[in-house]
């Protein structure tokens, strides 16, 4: 079991960029392959990237290749989110989240995590 708790969301300007994290506690984080998601009012939740149990391998939505990066620090048990040259699209609700330790997955599916952040919140304005 982990628990997972979003920071770093809030108001920007487009081009700007925010650094969102994620800090997990309850089990061995490095365990626990990660991902972060996005919500908007009225539509479905959407992948943006995810990270490997190591941090070596990542994935990412290609609309946010290119712009986002996805990091972790297994010894302070966080997953980080830096966004640069934010859009107004990129308005969202993002959510951290985890799939249950010992499995590969860190791809765009949600049903195959197991563990949310209550989110937070990211507004760019024009």
């Known amino acids: 079991q982990v628990h997972l708790v979003e920071s770093g969301g809030g108001l920007v300007q487009t081009g700007g960029s925010l650094r969102l994290s994620c800090a997990a506690s309850g089990s061995t984080f490095d365990n626990y392959p990660m991902g972060w998601f996005r919500q908007t009012p009225g539509k479905e939740r959407e992948f943006v990237a995810g990270?490997?149990?190591?941090?070596?391998?990542?994935n990412y939505a290609d609309s946010v290749k290119g712009r986002f990066t996805i990091a972790r620090d297994n010894a302070k048990n966080t997953v980080f989110l830096q966004m640069n040259s934010l859009k107004p699209e990129d308005t969202a609700n993002y959510y951290c989240?985890?799939?249950?330790?010992?499995?590969?997955?860190?791809?765009?599916?949600?049903?195959?995590?197991?563990?949310w952040g209550q989110g937070t919140q990211v507004t760019v304005s024009s």
């Open positions: 990270i490997s149990r190591s941090g070596i391998s990542t």
């Open positions: 989240a985890g799939v249950t330790a010992g499995r590969s997955y860190y791809g765009p599916t949600q049903r195959q995590y197991d563990y």
